[in-house]
């Protein structure tokens, strides 16, 4: 019964640009000369958004797009970054930090594991890091979610033959595993798919990777943080990491909250 102390996080999709059509809105608005230094599409597409609340395309700010949205961010212009988009599958992670990671509404998308269809017999667990460093809490884990494993798989097998007269294979096994899946611990790991906008990427960094967010969550806005420096730091770049006595890490900024 493999258990997880680490999450992962990875990066499959962001936002894309349609040139042709942006080329067009220009030309129709007698705009001729305007260009941007831009080689990310969500750089371009936040500085696209602002320029067109005030029509300055022809007034390009010195210092290129990284100076344009450095302004946005000191300004607390946030609502341009709404436009520009990330994908995320976050894996190696609990059902408590689903449970958590979904009171981010605005600006997020969800579509998680379910555990009505997915067989849980060869489940993983998440054992947090605290009981991971005592034996003895370690051991008191390891025999609650083995105890916990064992009485699904006992029940899956129970309520599948009380339910063998069904004709629907598939709906019989739905009904066995979402009634046995009550035995489950919120350690039992799960995967997420997670969409969410720039500025809600910033906000859900600023509360889950501080020293007073929950461990795991912290860990994964951690990782989220680095991913999305490294493909966009002209909107993630002014966040800097810190190290708490536990080796855990924290993000800091001078423009919270934009």
Known sequence: MPIIREPKVYLVGRQTIDDAQLDRFLADHDVSAWQTDADVAGHKLCEVAGRVCYMSFARPRPGGNAAYLRHILEVGHGSVLEHAVWNFII???SRSFTHELIRHRAGFGYSQLSQRYVDESTADFVEPDVIAG?????????????????????????L???????????MRRKMARQAAR?????????KVFVTANARAWRHFIELRCSE??????RKVAA??????????????GDYRFRNLSDGSRVVETDFRKV
Do not use: W
């Open 91 to 93: 894996a190696g992670v």
């Open 223 to 236: 990782l989220v943080c680095e991913a999305l420096q490294k493909d966009a730091p002209h909107l993630f």
């Open 212 to 217: 007073f967010a929950e461990p795991e969550i």
């Open 182 to 190: 009550a035995v489950l611990p919120n350690a039992t790991e799960t």
């Open 134 to 158: 005592d034996a003895e809490c370690h051991a008191i884990f390891e025999q609650a979610v083995a105890d916990a494993h064992a009485a699904y798989i006992r029940l899956v097998e129970r």
């Open 160 to 170: 599948s033959a009380l339910l063998a007269g069904m004709e629907d294979k598939t």
